[in-house]
Each structure stands twice: as structure tokens, then as C-alpha cells.
Nanobody, 115 residues
Framework: QVHLVESGGGLVQAGGSLRLSCAAS????????MGWHRQAPGKQRELVAI???????NYADSVKGRFTISMDNGKNTVYLQMNSLKPEDTAVYSC?????????WGQGTQVTVSS
């Protein structure tokens, strides 16, 4: 099992920044990649960013150039630095760990961007 704890969400004005954190514990040796998804009200959940254990990253087109995903392997923590936030970035952001055991989800953290 992998347990994920997220932090860093909140309310920010458009153009502002937030940094989300996701700390993994448990069978972290099994993790091959970690990522962030988001789900806005009335919309489907979408992948925002993903980073492999080797550091390879991939981003949704809508956040490229504004968001940066990074991983601190020593702390088993993944970060999502979100800059130039827009109202359409408002959503519940959830961390996911892809492991050889299964996929594990965090509880989600609300990000609200006001115009």
C-alpha cells in the first residue's frame, strides 16, 4: 500500500501562484511515477502533469509553461508549482502514485482561482 497526503491548495487571485505537495509513505519502493489530476465541477477528471522516477515529465497542453512538476525522491514527495493561475484552473487537485502494486490516490485539495 501507498498512502498519499496532499497539501498546499487554497484561494488565489488570477495571475498568482500556488505550490501543491504530495507526500508518499508505505511501499514507496514500488512507485514508478507520480502525477497530479484535477477535476472541476461538472467536468471530467484530467491529467495535469506526471513525473517518472527517472525524472521524465509530461504536461497537459493547458498548463504547459505555467506548471512545473518535480519530485524529491529522498522525501518521497512530489510537487506541483503552479504559476500564472487562471480561473479555469479552479478544481480539486488529486495526487496519484503509479506503482507495481496498483494506483493510489490522495484525498484531493481544492484550488480556487478568483478573477
Amino acid at each position: 500500500q501507498v498512502h498519499l497526503v496532499e497539501s498546499g491548495g487554497g484561494l488565489v487571485q488570477a495571475g498568482g501562484s500556488l505550490r501543491l505537495s504530495c507526500a508518499a509513505s508505505g511501499s514507496t519502493f514500488s512507485i514508478s511515477a507520480m502525477g497530479w489530476h484535477r477535476q472541476a465541477p461538472g467536468k471530467q477528471r484530467e491529467l495535469v502533469a506526471i513525473i517518472s522516477s527517472r525524472g521524465t515529465t509530461n504536461y497537459a497542453d493547458s498548463v504547459k509553461g505555467r506548471f512545473t512538476i518535480s519530485m524529491d525522491n529522498g522525501k518521497n514527495t512530489v510537487y506541483l508549482q503552479m504559476n500564472s493561475l487562471k480561473p479555469e484552473d479552479t478544481a480539486v487537485y488529486s495526487c496519484i502514485a503509479y506503482s507495481t502494486l496498483s494506483n493510489f490516490w490522495g484525498q484531493g485539495t481544492q484550488v480556487t482561482v478568483s478573477s
